[in-house]
């Protein structure tokens, strides 16, 4: 089974903020990986597809990267509605295995 | 628009069943994989099973081999999950997801408690 590692598994950011986070997969997957926002008692948001498609209702400030075993999120000003826990997922194969998540708090 | 209802949860002892159902609309159901996903209380996210269209593969995480079963039917565009000898781990929200993981229902909750 394909391991998802994320990293780190929370992180404290001002309003305003660059802030980066990290998803290594155990082996190769091309660029079958996707990013979700979930906020708490919702449901998961899908924010990233295929590494870096940004999916259509997320905002521009989110761009995703990586290919292969190593990606990452980026979110370039940080905005009051972005603090919330952030999952990475490979889609290669079954297990469609999750990273064990980062919670971005205020700081 | 994409809507995905879960139904089917509720408290259960250890060791006994139960049956969630899922209905899907907003998008032609028999053309995509389908996957169950759950949540624990506090913890992350945990892909549980998926079934192929047509129900040609299907796929279950080894914390559930053997003791659940995810089946599809196309005609009522809905997804199942039958949970038998459930655990106090099998705990959870679990989440219908259809394979192109952009629109997930409200969930159901599970409790396995005596």
């Known amino acids: 089974d394909i391991q998802m590692t994320q990293s780190p598994s929370s992180l404290s950011a001002s309003v305003g903020d660059r802030v980066t986070i990290a998803c290594r997969a155990s082996?190769?997957?091309?660029?079958?990986l996707n990013w979700y926002q979930q906020k708490p008692g919702k449901a998961p948001k899908l924010l990233i597809y295929?590494?870096?498609t940004l999916q259509s209702e997320a905002p521009s400030r989110f761009a995703g990267s990586g290919s292969g075993t190593d990606f990452t999120l980026t979110i370039s000003s940080l905005q009051p509605e972005d603090f919330a826990t952030y999952y990475c997922?490979?889609?290669?194969?079954?297990?469609?295995?999750f990273g064990q998540g980062t919670n971005l708090e205020i700081k | 628009e994409v809507q995905l209802v879960e139904s089917g949860g509720g408290l259960v002892k250890p060791g006994g069943s139960l049956r969630l159902s899922c209905v899907a609309s907003?998008?032609?159901?028999?053309?995509?994989?389908m996957n169950w996903v759950r949540q624990a209380p506090g913890k992350g996210l945990e892909w549980v099973s998926s079934?192929?269209?047509?129900?040609?593969?299907?796929y279950y995480a080894d914390s559930v081999k053997g003791r659940f079963t995810i089946s599809r039917d196309d005609a009522k565009n809905s997804l199942y999950l039958q949970m038998d000898s459930l655990r106090a781990e099998d705990t959870a929200v679990y989440y219908c997801v259809p394979g192109f993981w952009d629109s997930w229902g409200q969930g159901t909750l599970v409790a396995v408690s005596s």
């Open positions: 295929t590494a870096s």
């Open positions: 907003g998008f032609t159901f028999s053309n995509y994989n």
């Open positions: 079934v192929t269209r047509s129900s040609l593969y299907i």
């Open positions: 082996q190769p997957i091309h660029n079958f």
């Open positions: 997922q490979q889609s290669y194969g079954p297990p469609y295995t």
